[in-house]
């Protein structure tokens, strides 16, 4: 390490991070050795595990962006959406697993939003991995009670007459929200109305950009 | 026959109340809800029970309901806006009506 500056800062100005050089906890060591016997004795191959960590990797929030577009360009495709969301991203061609999705869909009147109080249940066959807030503490644990404070600090402000519905994700189903179209839209295709879809408009905490 | 994907709501909704026991292991029905009184929102499932899945037993194939509660209800005085709502999922066993 040169020695003409602080040894808590780096010449940018930033402190410096501790290498990770701790032990491997009780879960990482957990984990590789689960994953080496499975190479191990046949059952799976490290390129078919590394193919599946891609294909998670690959997944992202315009995938969602693509279903609520469709959405709102697509009257009988909404209903078959609300009716059963993992048969009308699998229409769409997503590769969703044994994802079992609800739509539910923001109105004039009802604004929705989704949290898993008792883990980090997410709709990840279709948006990817979820935000790191979304898993922590606050997030559950805050907005099954003031779930408008909770909106209000992501910059969604709610006037009263908007219903607020919370959507805890507490067991087999995953549930993504179909933002309101913004207004000044009319006539946009699905591929220009997808960009104003935000992750966090499709998880509650944020509303579709405005053109 | 019951679909994974659930009913249309029925036209009266039925209101049930989550049971208030206790039981130790993999649950799946939130601490806050118990004793409340909501209603049902649509039928889903057949689902294997997780509280059994979670140990390698076979899971009892039982119904999921979504269940839909008033925040007044949840929160008492204490609600931001009484008249909000949370949904939840809840398994049959949990469930009693009201």
Known sequence: MPHDHSDHLSPSGHPYRADNDEPLSYWQTMEIAVRELLIEKGVSTAAE???QIDAMDARSPAD??????RAWTDP?????LLANGSDACREMDFDIGALQLIAVENTRDTHNVIVCTLCSCYPRNLLGLAPDWYKSREYRSRTVKEPRKVLSEFGVTLPDTVQIRVHDSTADMRYVVIPARPDGTDGWSAEALAKLVT???MIGTGLAKTP | MATPMGKPPVAKPQR???KTMMPPGHIRTPAYLRGKTGWIERQLGPFGNPEQLAYGLPGEELTL???????AEIWGDQAER????LDAEIYEHWLEPV
């Open chain 1, 64 to 69: 969602g962006a693509q279903v609520v577009a």
């Open chain 2, 16 to 18: 049930v109340r989550v």
């Open chain 1, 199 to 201: 992750r966090d408009s």
């Open chain 1, 49 to 51: 595990i590394n193919a």
């Open chain 2, 65 to 71: 309901y979504r269940v839909r509660f008033s925040m």
């Open chain 2, 82 to 85: 009484p008249e909000d709502t």
């Open chain 1, 76 to 80: 009988a495709f909404r209903e078959r």
